[in-house]
């Protein structure tokens, strides 16, 4: 099932900065304009992607509604991946990020960058950086 990355087109920045990353930021906003929808299907090749998002959905001050991911492929799109497809690829979330609201559906939206960790050879071990929902050593 496709589901709508954002809520509708009234998505706003909050208290947003210019960041380093923000080209990143910028492609993927362009490209995840409401009413694009995706799902998970078939993954890319872990070599081939740049740069990972993340998009995390609540309502706010309330439950979260979703987490999802988002990795680079080719013209600018993107393809959406498991949290384990990260954790696998070794991806690891930078200290960097992007607030959006929409006062007419009463949502909050943090999107964060990940990228492939060039140093951590150690795939079986679980990075507190990373996306992980659980830490299983």
Not at 88 to 111: G, I, P, R, S
Request: with cysteine; net charge negative.
């Amino acid at each position: 099932m496709m589901l709508s990355i954002f809520c509708c087109s009234d998505i706003q920045g909050y208290r947003n900065r210019y960041l380093s990353h923000e080209s990143k930021f910028e492609t993927f906003m362009d490209w995840a304009n409401y009413p694009k929808a995706s799902d998970t299907g078939t993954a890319p090749s872990a070599t081939s992607v740049e740069f990972a998002v993340q998009v995390v959905k609540q309502t706010n001050y309330g439950p979260l509604d979703s987490k999802r991911y988002f990795v680079t492929g080719s013209d600018d799109t993107f393809a959406e991946v498991t949290e384990q497809w990260l954790i696998d690829a070794d991806f690891e979330k930078l200290n960097t990020f992007k607030n959006f609201k929409c006062a007419t559906h009463n949502k909050f939206f943090e999107v964060n960058i990940y990228q492939k960790n060039p140093v951590n050879a150690h795939t079986w071990r679980t990075n507190i950086a990373r996306p992980a929902a659980q830490i299983d050593l």
